[in-house]
């Protein structure tokens, strides 16, 4: 498997856009998370999936984000509008299983709003 | 919800020397303690987990200790190369609860050749 995916792996963008955030997971997982990474605020958990349920938006900032899943092997997230607060790396990760195990971290997208 | 903290945020060392990185958390039935490395960009990939039966766990050059009753939990790297240079960050689960991990803020290590 290749690991996870993601895409794009920058994107420079102007306040006010549209930006949409992809992820493939390693087939057969089945939690996805979203995170962002600031210098700031370090590691922070968005959002998660299971089995392509959201079960917890709670991190999410605003409204201006929101996540899909659609099937098992492909989810995005979206910011409309977009704000320089908001440029930070975005990470994906998927695991398997309930109990704990390891989360297999995509190479995240770093996300520029000007 | 869990809460975990993270000691130092950088760590600057001489190759050959060891590091030490120490997280205390604040829930008492988290369970699993997994360490993660992010190397320059890249994501986070796993090093090392430890799980609360276990008081300690090595893996060559890289151990890790866990107090359950201090809830607190450290990293250790022995003989450091350069290569070692990179962010390390800890988590802390509970598979009886949520299970997702919490991070702690990460500790850049640079090893100086």
């Known amino acids: 498997d290749a690991g996870v995916i993601q895409s794009p792996r920058h994107e420079v963008t102007e306040m006010g856009q549209e930006v949409t955030l992809r992820c493939k997971p390693i087939?057969?997982?089945?939690?996805l998370f979203w995170y962002r990474q600031t210098m700031m605020r370090g590691l922070e958990l968005l959002i998660y999936?299971?089995?392509?349920?959201?079960?917890?938006d709670s991190g999410m900032p605003e409204d201006r984000f929101s996540a899909k899943m659609p099937n098992a092997s492909f989810s995005t997230l979206k910011i409309q509008p977009s704000e320089p607060r908001d440029s930070a790396v975005y990470f994906c990760?998927?695991?398997?299983?309930?109990?704990?195990?390891?989360?297999?971290f995509g190479q995240g997208t770093r996300l520029t709003v000007v | 919800g869990e809460n975990v903290e993270q000691h130092p945020s950088t760590l600057s060392v001489q190759e050959g020397d060891s590091a030490v990185i120490k997280c205390t958390y604040s829930?008492?039935?988290?369970?699993?303690f997994p360490w993660y490395k992010q190397e320059l960009g890249k994501g986070p990939q796993l090093i090392i987990d430890?799980?609360?039966?276990?008081g300690e766990k090595k893996d060559q050059r890289i151990a890790v200790t866990l107090n359950k009753t201090a809830k607190h939990f450290s990293l250790h790297i022995t003989e450091t190369q350069p290569e070692d240079s990179a962010v390390y960050f800890c988590a802390a689960s509970n598979s009886g609860g949520s299970y997702i991990p919490t991070f702690g803020r990460g500790t850049s290590l640079i090893v100086h050749p």
């Open positions: 990760a998927s695991s398997f299983g309930v109990l704990n195990t390891e989360a297999f």
């Open positions: 430890i799980r609360s039966n276990v």
């Open positions: 087939s057969g997982h089945d939690y």
């Open positions: 999936f299971n089995n392509n349920v959201p079960i917890d």
């Open positions: 829930d008492s039935a988290s369970n699993y």
